[in-house]
């Protein structure tokens, strides 16, 4: 039993280890490819070792482009991806806490209504939003990038709603007979309490911010206020060559915030899921 049980396992992890090479397989092209000469990149696609290592891509990628540095472009994807994250989680949390605490007339309803914008896609809101945010005269900025996430977002009101039903009434009662008023519960007791799902929900925002495209390319038209998804597309250009070997350096440089995000707090994307499926 024993020999079979090491037989088992040791078949388990190679067939994870070449499972987990096979969705990896494509960072590992893109990172081998970033050292190739531009040139030959799709020439020798089915050789994963360059030939010739060409570090210049990366220096050239930082270098930039349409005379700003990409060092520019990533402080652009700082600040419209900090200032979207708190607002997509202050606004969720503190309307998550209404649904999932406070009683008010139409409750159901507009909780129905949340719901279903998870299933609108953003193509059918795209024109609209484009004209509101023109005739409030904010193209060319990131206002629309950044003042929609502070009126909640449905996927993480969603989840901490889920979070905060897990947290036993008799808290609330507690605090209130202490003197505490709705929003100082919130904050004091709710708000230390779905930690996780918190953390969650700003990881997501934070990926999801990163590697918007879609947005930049509607409102923004000024390259020195362009995020870095945008500013990798600049590499390439239909009338001249293109600059492959620098556009995948700067593809790499900029998975780099994702994968250290990801490493430090993946936790707390298992934590934040897996409990606000539970109900108290």
């Known amino acids: 039993?024993?020999?079979?049980?090491?037989?088992?396992?040791?078949?388990?992890?190679?067939?994870?280890?070449?499972?987990?090479?096979?969705?990896?397989?494509?960072?590992?092209?893109?990172?081998?490819?970033?050292f190739k000469p531009s040139e030959t990149i799709f020439v020798t696609a089915d050789s994963l070792i360059p030939e010739t290592w060409i570090w210049d891509n990366y220096k050239q990628g930082w270098e930039g482009i349409g005379g700003y540095s990409f060092l520019v472009f990533i402080k652009n994807s700082l600040v419209i991806v900090a200032l979207s994250t708190v607002g997509h989680v202050i606004s969720s949390a503190l309307i998550a806490f209404g649904f999932a605490r406070l009683q008010f007339f139409g409750k159901g309803f507009w909780f129905a209504i949340m719901m279903l914008t998870l299933m609108l896609p953003f193509e059918v809101v795209m024109i609209p939003q484009y004209i509101l945010f023109s005739e409030l005269g904010w193209l060319n900025s990131i206002k629309p990038l950044v003042v929609p996430s502070y009126f909640g977002h449905a996927f993480f009101i969603f989840l901490m709603i889920q979070f905060i039903r897990t947290i036993?009434?008799?808290?609330?009662?507690?605090?209130?007979?202490?003197?505490?008023?709705?929003?100082?519960?919130?904050?004091?007791?709710?708000v230390p309490l779905i930690?996780?799902?918190?953390?969650?929900?700003s990881i997501f925002s934070f990926y999801w911010g990163?590697?918007?495209?879609?947005?930049?390319?509607?409102?923004?038209?000024?390259?020195?206020?362009?995020?870095?998804?945008?500013?990798?597309?600049?590499?390439?250009?239909?009338?001249?060559?293109?600059?492959?070997?620098?556009?995948?350096?700067m593809s790499i440089v900029t998975l780099l915030p994702v994968f250290v995000v990801f490493f430090f707090f993946q936790k707390y994307i298992v934590e934040g899921i897996s409990t606000s499926g539970l109900k108290g």
């Open 210 to 249: 990163w590697e918007n495209l879609l947005g930049p390319v509607m409102y923004l038209n000024s390259p020195g206020k362009y995020p870095v998804s945008m500013a990798l597309k600049m590499f390439l250009d239909n009338e001249t060559v293109s600059n492959w070997g620098a556009m995948f350096a």
């Open 168 to 190: 036993p009434q008799e808290l609330d009662e507690a605090a209130t007979i202490d003197g505490c008023g709705k929003f100082r519960l919130f904050y004091r007791v709710i």
């Open 1 to 34: 039993m024993t020999t079979k049980r090491y037989v088992k396992r040791t078949l388990y992890h190679l067939f994870l280890a070449g499972f987990a090479f096979l969705m990896l397989y494509p960072v590992i092209w893109l990172l081998m490819s970033s």
């Open 195 to 201: 930690a996780p799902a918190i953390a969650t929900a």
